[in-house]
């Protein structure tokens, strides 16, 4: 810790707000990205069972998907 901090309380107290902030931010973002990631698994799945897709496309659509998307998106 800085010779500043111990010498300030303060600082020392606004450092570890800041701190606490961004903890907080940082599960609020996380928290974000995971339900938008749910709304897009949950679209997907309903795209499939209204495209009647396996009934479509047979039993190893699922294998082939999987495939097909990470080839299409590789990262």
């Known amino acids: 810790m800085s010779q500043l ?3 300030d ?3 020392a107290e ?3 707000s800041v ?3 961004f903890r907080s931010m940082r599960v609020k973002a996380a928290t974000k990205v ?3 990631m749910l709304r897009f698994y949950w679209s997907l799945g309903k795209d499939m069972v209204e495209m009647h897709a396996e ?3 047979g039993s190893k ?3 082939s ?3 097909d998307l990470v080839s299409a998106m590789p990262e």
């Open 5 to 7: 901090i111990k010498i």
């Open 9 to 11: 309380e303060e600082y």
């Open 14 to 16: 606004w450092i570890q």
């Open 19 to 21: 701190g606490a902030r």
């Open 34 to 36: 995971n339900q938008e």
């Open 55 to 57: 009934s479509r496309w």
């Open 61 to 63: 659509l699922y294998d």
């Open 65 to 67: 998907l999987s495939k």
